[in-house]
């Protein structure tokens, strides 16, 4: 027989994009909620999961938010043990921490460990599901697919490739990062819960014949992701510029070489003209905000409001290490912050969607993961909302449940994540 788990308490409900009409038609929570899983997966929720049986262990969270597992759309595990390093914009930021620790990765059993360490620590803030950059090494990234496969993670991870502007020890060719690309992906992709990501780091470190390559790929396989970065940072786009005069802009760099789709992801994109915010609508491409990362490195104010009301899907993520925190609560609250400094409050139901569903669609996930609903992975994350002496004499103050919610989001920690469920399984923190 089947054991199955019943976890009750609040339940955060998506019914639509939030972003998309007003959020109050799409976002709801169930203040007397239920969600029973089996076998990897949700096979009720509301009044349909409160079954009883010898077979049913009940996990009574009352007062606490039982949400989807959060999703990081854009991170860098091999920039784990180089998080919050001080004071360096993009390109210093580069040389001066991440080429010299991405070199580290070299050794196999660096990688191992500190692939280990990354998923335990997002595990750790709730975070079930990430998209990965690894280094160039082909086994850095079949380090992460397999500690991701240990824990039962549903990760998306691809080979950094660079062939130009990055130091000895971290440059590949065009060649070589085909081959390697098609070789990891051919392997991993689909395989259980992995899906790879063809990943040229960003333009200025990849030749035009490295881009060209990595776009045939893509085209040989579409049902594989493509991430990369896209106008960061102002001195960014003009050594982009620089480098590809003939472009009509930074995201002509990857359009040419087959680099523009629906299944692309697209990092920080803060700096965008309006034609490539009219191509990456028309192509379906997605744009991942990096709030942490934004302010810590100096980048701008991602324009939230207007893109992912504009139609163009929009996914959340802490960037680590360029990104200061591996939570996605105070990715959440980053990212509050951005857009009231663009005149526009954020609602906390928008939020979760982003670090959730939004994310999900983003990496083409919709189907499987970030929605509490039948048939999906029952991967979740259980928030107390008044983990802190802080947090709760606020949420004493709360009139509706999304006051009681908002204090967690602006001022949470791991300390707020009082359960975590990936594939069904509870982890149990050490």
Not at 63 to 76: E, N, Q, W, Y
Not at 212 to 237: K, N, V
């Amino acid at each position: 027989m089947t054991h199955r788990h019943l976890l009750t308490g609040h339940v955060l409900h998506f019914a639509g994009d939030p972003f998309a009409g007003p959020w109050q038609d799409a976002v709801q929570i169930d203040t007397d909620g239920a969600v029973l899983i089996a076998d990897g997966r949700i096979v009720a929720t509301g009044a349909a999961a409160r079954v009883t049986g010898d077979d049913i262990t009940h996990h009574d969270h009352s007062g606490r938010l039982i949400c989807p597992g959060f999703i990081d759309a854009h991170a860098h595990y091999p920039q784990t043990a180089i998080i919050a390093s001080w004071g360096k914009r993009l390109i210093d930021w580069l040389n001066t921490y991440t080429f010299p620790e991405e070199m580290r990765l070299a050794d196999p059993a660096y990688a191992r460990k500190t692939a280990d360490t990354y998923l335990d620590l997002v595990l750790d803030h709730g975070t079930t599901s990430v998209a990965s950059y690894c280094t160039i090494h082909p086994h850095s990234v079949t380090a992460l697919f397999e500690a991701a496969e240990t824990r039962g993670m549903a990760i998306v991870a691809g080979k950094t490739c660079m062939d130009r502007n990055a130091p000895d020890g971290l440059r590949d060719t065009a060649q070589s990062a085909y081959d390697d690309s098609k070789a990891l992906l051919d392997h991993w992709h689909g395989t259980g819960r992995a899906r790879y990501a063809i990943t040229p780091r960003f333009s200025p470190t990849s030749t035009p014949d490295q881009l060209a390559a990595l776009g045939a790929l893509w085209s040989e396989r579409p049902d594989a992701l493509m991430q990369t970065h896209l106008s960061e940072q102002i001195d960014e786009i003009d050594w982009v510029r620089g480098l590809f005069p003939q472009a009509r802009d930074y995201l002509d760099t990857y359009e040419q070489f087959g680099l523009l789709g629906a299944r692309g992801l697209y990092g920080h994109a803060i700096h965008l003209t309006p034609r490539e915010i009219d191509r990456l609508r028309d192509t379906g491409g997605a744009l991942v905000h990096c709030p942490t990362s934004n302010t810590f490195i100096g980048s701008g104010l991602f324009d939230l409001m207007g893109l992912a009301g504009g139609g163009i899907p929009v996914g959340l993520a802490t960037d680590t290490g360029g990104g200061s925190s591996f939570s996605m609560l105070r990715t959440m609250a980053a990212a509050y912050e951005i857009a009231q400094l663009r005149g526009v409050a954020v609602h906390a139901a928008q939020l979760l969607w982003l670090a959730t569903a939004g994310s999900a669609r983003a990496l083409h996930r919709q189907d499987h993961i970030g929605t509490l609903a039948p048939g999906m992975d029952a991967d979740i994350c259980v928030l107390d909302l008044a983990s802190t002496p802080a947090i709760a004499q606020r949420v004493d103050q709360a009139r509706t449940i999304w006051d009681a919610v908002f204090p967690t989001l602006m001022m949470g920690d791991d300390r707020a994540v009082a359960d975590v469920w990936v594939a069904g399984r509870q982890r149990m923190r050490p």
